[in-house]
Nanobody, 123 residues
Framework: QVHVVESGGGLVQPGGSLRLNCADS????????MGWFRQAPGKEREFVAS???????FYADSVKGRFAISRDNAKNTVYLQMNSLKPEDTAVYYC?????????????????WGQGTQVTVSS
C-alpha cells in the first residue's frame, strides 16, 4: 500500500519562499509520475505541478516561473520549491502519486493522495 506524506508547510510573508516535501513509502517510486495539487478555502482542489518519471515537468499557469517541482528517486521524495509567494497561494497542498509515468494535470490520473500540508501566505 502506498503512503504519501507531505511536510514543510507553514506561515510565510508575501514574497517569501517555502519548500514542500513529499515522502512516498510505496514500491517502485521511480516508475510513477508525481504531482502537487492545492485547495484554498471555499474553492475546489486545483492542479499545481507534476513531474514524470523522466523529470519532465508541467505547471499551472498561476505558478509557472515561481514554483519548481523536482524528485529524488533515491529518497522516494518529491519536492515543491515555492518562491515569490502570494496571498492567493494560501491553501492546503496535497501530494499525489500518479497511476502512470507521464506528468498530468488531471486528478483522476492520480491514485494515492496525502493528507495535505497547510501553506499560509500573509503579512
Amino acid at each position: 500500500q502506498v503512503h504519501v506524506v507531505e511536510s514543510g508547510g507553514g506561515l510565510v510573508q508575501p514574497g517569501g519562499s517555502l519548500r514542500l516535501n513529499c515522502a512516498d513509502s510505496g514500491r517502485a517510486f521511480s516508475n510513477y509520475a508525481m504531482g502537487w495539487f492545492r485547495q484554498a478555502p471555499g474553492k475546489e482542489r486545483e492542479f499545481v505541478a507534476s513531474i514524470s518519471i523522466y523529470s519532465i515537468t508541467f505547471y499551472a499557469d498561476s505558478v509557472k516561473g515561481r514554483f519548481a517541482i523536482s524528485r529524488d528517486n533515491a529518497k522516494n521524495t518529491v519536492y515543491l520549491q515555492m518562491n515569490s509567494l502570494k496571498p492567493e497561494d494560501t491553501a492546503v497542498y496535497y501530494c499525489a502519486r500518479s497511476k502512470y509515468t507521464s506528468a498530468s494535470w488531471k486528478e483522476e490520473d492520480f491514485g494515492s493522495w496525502g493528507q495535505g500540508t497547510q501553506v499560509t501566505v500573509s503579512s
